[in-house]
């Protein structure tokens, strides 16, 4: 178990509502970056994404960045996942980052620069609220240099 859990640094395997949660064919994304890999629960792989971590539980959902790739632009988006019903919905717009931090007052937490400088938020949505979906193919996307 990671005491500390970064987006370099993260437990590749955990247990939330008996659920497994696993990460497999982890890499970094440039020597020194955020680590990505596939995502499987309970042995079942959302093959056509890659996620970063680490991953934060509350109720029957985790909430992650998903890792998204354009042509030139690369970053993350924080999605959640049902862990029974394995949706997945976008809940912000692209990032360079995405360093989870935690979730308190039905907000998660997270920060966007490597420093934890900038702390931003997003109110959890509730089980019955629809949530404004974001397309991933609608966001603008800047491009990333990773300079560690």
Known sequence: MTLFETPWDFDHKKIFNNKIIEYSDV????QGGPEIGKLS???KTFEEKLFGGPCLNHGEFIYLPV???KFLNRGFQLCRINLFSRKLDILTSFEDLIYLDRI????IYYYIDLEKNKLKNCALPGKSCPLPILSLLDQPMLPTLWFL
């Open 27 to 30: 890499q970094e994304i440039v």
């Open 41 to 43: 629960i309970d042995n």
């Open 67 to 69: 890792y998204l790739r």
């Open 104 to 107: 308190e007052n039905n907000k």
